[in-house]
């Protein structure tokens, strides 16, 4: 009898951590600025701007396209932003911006994803400047025929961060909202 016991409980071990490991396998994709957007909003003494960047990295990991299961990664390149003018672009790179000589990078690392109202919502971390803070983003994802998209949305305080220092500090001057949204194609990686 016990040893009846014994092989029942190493084949329910065996078997148990095997539909684990098969649980937890994902699937893991990758977009950057050749295949998708990733675009900011925001305003200056009333009147809207808005730029983009053309150099970033997202790597998702997830089980069976599903978006509760992803782990996501996004890099952005802060020297790659631009809003198109060389002035305006000049004052993102600068000191009192982005400062991309001393923070060349910013980062987001999810921490869980839960559904939400037909849609996802990413918690997260965001580092900018040295500085990390938790940041929501909103995620859909859709596939259509061959290809994966994931798009989305965030609202990012600037001041959270430091971003708008001396003259870009004040609130009424330059809105501490910034709309980011996002629309990548996503294809399957190592």
Not at 10 to 17: A, D, E
Not at 114 to 125: F, K, L, T, V
């Amino acid at each position: 009898m016990a040893k009846k016991r014994s092989l029942i409980l190493i084949v329910l071990c065996f078997g148990f951590g095997v539909s684990i490991s098969a649980a937890a396998e994902k699937t893991c994709f990758a977009a950057d600025g050749d295949s998708g957007e990733l675009n900011f909003r925001g305003e200056v003494e009333g009147t809207a701007f808005s730029g983009f960047f053309e150099d970033f990295s997202v790597r998702v990991c997830m089980e069976d396209e599903r978006l509760e299961t992803a782990e996501i990664e996004v890099t952005v390149k802060m020297a790659a932003a631009t809003v198109g003018n060389r002035q305006g672009d000049e004052a993102l790179r600068g000191r009192d911006m982005f400062a991309v000589d001393r923070f060349p990078e910013a980062s987001w690392r999810s921490t869980d994803v839960e559904a939400a109202n037909g849609a996802y919502r990413a918690n997260g971390q965001l580092s900018i400047r040295d500085i990390s803070a938790e940041q929501p983003v909103n995620l859909r994802l859709e596939r259509d025929g061959e290809q994966l998209w994931l798009s989305g949305d965030a609202e990012i305080m600037r001041l959270d961060f430091n971003v708008g220092l001396g003259e870009f500090e004040d609130p009424d001057f330059v809105r501490n909202r910034i709309d980011l949204r996002f629309e990548l194609q996503l294809t399957p990686s190592d």
